[in-house]
């Protein structure tokens, strides 16, 4: 946005080159200016500078995080990083249009070539694992580390924020970021599952076919599904991320949280941990795909992810509110 | 200290003490800032400047004492108190990736006391007092030094508020920004803002604070009004004359005890004859005393105690961090 400074007004300040854009703080125009002492009475604005007796409820600071987080180049690399895994995986069959091995690959990979629309599900399967928990790793590692990394953490806790709000206003925009990150992988499959496959109604694991508008609302409750698969994991990022003023540190801890976690839920030894393990469900929504819907699955990961948000939020409340910020 | 006394402070505090594991950053200081007033809080590096400044914001919680800012016990009123105050802490912090105004109106965002409504404005007029308005614009992470500085002002000033604490606010400023610095400072405290600035930069402190505190390894060596301090510094008087022996003999005779001269003279060219005097001796009268004794008087004055010579008396004059 350099565009904005005109270099014509250089001369006009004593101070030249890299500079000219500042001006002499509030040099002279202080008198007139709206914020000082003798002016402030006749200012138009002036009586909206009065405090407010009563805080407001805050939204617009929940609306800055978002944007500020959806307006990070970082953010949309990792958006385009994850569209492009459906891409890759409709490209790849495509080409290979001898059609893959029976049982080989991910489920439903022998679909794709039948229906497009089966390119989104293959795409969120290979996702779960690493890419997905990479990026949440990223964004909820990065809550609070990243504030105070940047040092922007003491100036917003003295704006005043107040610490739980900030914590409560980061969750609920990494929770954003989670719903997008599925979204993208579902819609950027589905768009590309059009263009190079045919695309019609779908057929169930139940053996039902259901129309495409309707698969359409199945593939939204699988979004839903995953989306709320890793809100466990984004408040275990946002709570290491208040252990420490390093945020890439944070963001690596929370995958490798996530990598040991599916470790443990894969060794047959530890069946009485698994139903505890917040990853234990993350691939179990085929169940979605019946006709009718067997909610059992949603549900038990449903209660458990919020137990997990409940218990960590609580930990990262407890760190946070009373950690000194010396960042 | 009464309970009338405490209403008129803007920052009061009774045995504040600050502590990272074993070193004492902070120990057991007794700050009183009184409302209005712009109080220079001194000292060198490492001497708990700053960590006092985070105790007083409520960033970190202090190991002992008390604290009450605009007569708020801290930390239990903070959410109340925090909004009636302006901030700048060890420089500023923003997002790089936004620009300047993007970054002031996120920080304004954040508190819930202040209108949405007049955001833009605000922002706007404080970008326009600190000089920034022509680079509003510009992401922060093409900020200067000195700009990044500036916004750091600039979000202190987003709404009018009753105290404002500057934590080195000219720290890589130009010469034009620490003069519209001072300025500022005036401004504010027309407006009956109390300013809270810390620096070691003395020039500046002794132009713009009506007050003074002065820290030495986490302890409070002095606070108190600048004439007050100052007066606890040492005047001295300073004769030019090329008669300095009778001027010394003049000076024992009114019971002063000249200092050890750097040259003698040789009844001709001007030497300079020194002494510490003290308020009950009218600098007049050492002037009549001389010329009544017949010494060639050619230059006369009483050197105040600058603040500099106080705080080198203060603080020591040694280089090195003590802690
Ligand atoms: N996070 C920390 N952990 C441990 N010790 C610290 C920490 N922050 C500050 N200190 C120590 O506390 C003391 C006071 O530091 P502080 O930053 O308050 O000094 P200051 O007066 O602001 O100095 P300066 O003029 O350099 O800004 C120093 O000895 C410093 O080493
Ligand atoms: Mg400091």
């Known amino acids: ?327 | 200290m009464t309970a009338g006394a405490g209403a008129e402070l803007a920052i009061e505090t009774h045995g504040l003490t600050k502590t990272f594991g074993k070193q004492t950053a902070v120990n057991g200081i007794d700050l009183a800032v009184p409302r209005g007033s712009v109080f220079g809080f001194l000292g060198p590096n490492g001497s708990g400047k700053t960590t006092t400044i985070r105790v007083l914001l409520g960033l970190a919680s202090a190991t002992s004492g008390e604290v009450s800012v605009l007569g708020q016990p801290l930390p239990g009123r903070l959410a109340s108190v925090l909004p009636r105050v302006g901030a700048l802490i060890e420089g500023p912090g923003f997002y790089p990736f936004l620009s300047g105004q993007a970054n002031l109106r996120r920080l304004d965002s954040a508190d819930r006391y202040v209108s949405s409504s007049t955001r833009h404005a605000r922002v706007d007029a404080a970008l326009e007092r600190v000089g920034l308005s022509h680079a509003a614009g510009k992401k922060v992470k093409a900020y200067s030094l000195g700009m990044k500085q500036r916004l750091g002002i600039a979000n202190a000033l987003l709404t009018p508020r009753d105290l404002i604490v500057l934590d080195e606010p000219t720290n890589g400023l130009d010469p034009q920004g620490t003069r519209e610095v001072r300025n500022l400072v005036r401004s504010l405290t027309a407006e009956g803002t109390t300013v809270f600035v810390s620096s070691h930069l003395l020039a500046e402190i002794e132009q713009i604070c009506t007050h003074a505190a002065v820290m030495r390894a986490g302890n409070l060596v002095a606070q108190g009004s600048l004439d007050d301090l100052r007066r606890a510094g040492q005047a001295r008087v300073r004769v030019l004359t090329p008669d300095d022996l009778a001027a010394e003999q003049v000076l024992r005779r009114l019971g002063l005890v000249p200092e050890h001269p750097d040259a003698r003279g040789d009844g001709h060219a001007d030497v300079t004859v020194s002494a510490p005097i003290t308020d009950d001796l009218a600098p007049d009268t050492v002037v009549s005393a001389l010329v009544a004794a017949g010494v060639r008087v050619r230059g006369f004055e009483v050197e105040r105690a600058t603040l500099e010579d106080l705080f080198v008396a203060l603080t020591g004059e040694g280089f090195d961090v003590v802690q």
Request: aromatic fraction near 8%; charged fraction near 10%.
């Open chain 1, 1 to 327: 946005m350099s565009s904005e400074i005109a270099p014509e007004s250089a001369p006009e300040h004593p101070n030249a080159g890299d500079t000219a854009a500042v001006q002499p703080l509030a040099a002279g125009a202080s008198a007139e200016h709206p914020l000082s002492a003798g002016a402030s009475t006749e200012h138009p604005l002036d009586g909206a500078y009065v405090a407010l007796a009563r805080p407001r409820a805050g939204w617009a600071f929940l609306g800055s995080e978002i944007a500020v987080l959806f307006r990070r180049r970082r953010t949309w690399v990792m958006l385009i990083a994850l569209a492009a895994i459906p891409v890759l995986i409709a490209v790849a069959v495509r080409i290979s249009s001898a059609g893959s091995t029976p049982g080989r690959g991910p489920a439903f990979l022998g679909q794709i070539t039948n229906n497009g629309l089966f390119v989104g599900l293959v795409a969120l399967i290979i996702c779960i694992p690493l890419f997905l928990p990479l990026t949440i790793g990223v964004v909820a590692g990065d809550t609070i580390a990243g504030e105070a990394s940047s040092s922007t953490l003491r100036y917003l806790l003295v704006a005043p924020v107040g610490r739980a709000r900030l914590l409560l206003v980061k969750f609920v925009a990494a929770a954003a970021f989670c719903v997008a990150a599925t979204l993208v992988i579902i819609v950027a499959g589905a768009l590309i599952g059009a263009a190079l496959f045919p695309i019609g109604s779908v057929t169930l694991l139940s053996g039902d076919t259901v129309s495409l508008g309707e698969a359409g609302v199945r593939a939204l409750l699988i979004a839903a599904y995953v989306t709320l698969s890793l809100l466990g994991l984004t408040a275990i990022g946002m709570f290491i991320s208040t252990l420490t003023d390093i945020p890439v540190g944070a963001m690596a801890a929370t995958v490798v949280v996530s990598i040991i976690s599916q470790v443990l839920d894969s060794l047959p030894q530890l069946d009485w941990l698994h139903p505890w393990l917040f990853t234990h469900y993350w691939l179990d929504f085929a169940d979605l795909l019946r006709q009718p819907i067997d909610w059992s699955s949603f549900g038990s990961n449903a209660l458990l992810q919020l137990a997990y948000v409940a218990v960590f939020g609580a930990l990262a409340f407890g760190r946070f509110s009373t950690k000194d910020i010396l960042s």
